[in-house]
């Protein structure tokens, strides 16, 4: 819903307020110590250019290199030009909470020093490793007990909460969790009119009415549904026939590029778990009627659940609830996956042909 949107947002304001930033975009192909690892290294050698903060900057550095060596891992340029020697007995012990709390506490002591705050923007935290989650949400704890200018702004599947509070019960005390939905009504009109009236373009009344109820306000279909609108529209004035004949294309490009990505990285259970929800209807549907729909037991088909949950395709708005994380793909399952499947209770095609 434009997380990743609002972060960048965020460092821009971030720089401008001449804020070191830190950018991290989680990876499950990634450990937390290497996405950190560059962005630190860089902050720090930034900070010891400020004579104030020298010298604990240049301790922050040891500190890392202690980091590095000891996690065991390979960060492409990351040594490169620190000739100064590890901080013995400083994030070397293996235990990566501890290690991460020692890299932290130093990163944040030399920014005090430089009077230069850091901020660490952390895209898709949903990835992290619950070690790692908790780790990290240590670290930031003991930041802001010591009130240290370190602050760190995370971005994630709705899951996160629940995984935040699992890795540490005082989470939710610690950070605030701001939910990204549609966009109000008065929002999406302006992201629709606003640009347009820009470019000398006006979009009737009636055309925006149909293209924020064909994208459920969603940020991204609201653009795509527009841009179609306005290729198919002639003159400068996008009507309602326009934004109808746009359905169509917009459609068909979801289909072939933001569905079928996602689809893609699925496997075949994970395929036939989601067609179940999809089948079902939209919105929240409960976990144990998937099951029932797939003829299974509802822990039978648990790992699959979770695997599609940590790939962000579906989330648990509440215990035993299951959705998409992206609305208008229930329908795209319907169109393009061949099936058998119908909710209990209702018949097929088929059986009612016969």
């Not at 208008?328 to 209990?344: E, I, N, T």
């Amino acid at each position: 819903m434009g997380k990743t949107v609002l972060l960048l947002k965020l460092n821009q304001i971030a720089e401008s307020e001449k804020f070191d930033v830190i950018w991290v975009e989680a990876d499950e192909r990634k450990s937390l110590a290497e996405l950190l690892v560059p962005g630190i290294r860089k902050a720090l050698v930034t900070i010891s250019a400020v004579e104030s903060a020298k010298e604990l900057a240049r301790r922050g550095l040891g500190v890392l290199l202690s980091f590095i060596r000891t996690v065991k891992f390979s960060v492409g340029d990351a040594e490169l030009g620190l000739t100064i020697a590890p901080e013995k007995g400083v994030a070397d012990s293996g235990d990566l909470a501890a290690d991460l709390l020692e890299l932290m506490l130093a990163l944040g002591q030399a920014a005090r020093a430089a009077k230069k705050p850091v901020i660490i923007l952390i895209d898709e935290l949903q990835y992290l490793t619950p070690t790692e989650l908790s780790a990290l949400i240590t670290s930031i704890h003991r930041i802001n007990q010591l009130v240290l200018p370190v602050l760190m702004v995370g971005a994630a599947l709705p899951q996160i909460r629940g995984l935040a509070g699992t890795a540490k019960s005082y989470a939710e005390r610690l950070f605030k969790f701001p939910e990204i939905g549609p966009l109000e009504e008065k929002d999406a009109i302006a992201a629709i009119q606003n640009p347009a009236g820009e470019a000398g373009v006006e979009f009737e009344k009636a055309a925006v009415h149909h293209i924020l109820k064909r994208t459920g306000r969603y940020p991204y279909f609201l653009q795509q549904w527009s841009y179609e609108a306005w290729n198919i529209a002639e003159g400068r004035v996008v009507r309602a026939r326009d934004a109808i004949c746009a359905d169509d294309k917009a459609i068909e490009a979801l289909d072939d590029g933001f569905f079928q990505v996602r689809f893609d990285r699925c496997t075949p259970s994970e395929k036939k778990y989601m067609l179940a929800l999809a089948v079902l209807g939209s919105g929240t549907q409960r976990s144990g009627e998937i099951a029932n729909l797939l003829k299974v037991k509802s822990a039978s088909v648990a790992p699959t659940r979770n695997s599609l949950i940590k790939k962000g395709m579906i989330y648990s708005p509440a215990h035993g609830d299951t959705a998409f994380t992206v609305p208008l793909f229930d329908q795209y399952l319907k169109r393009v996956v061949p099936h058998g499947l119908s909710p209990p209770g209702k018949r097929t095609e088929k059986s009612r042909k016969r």
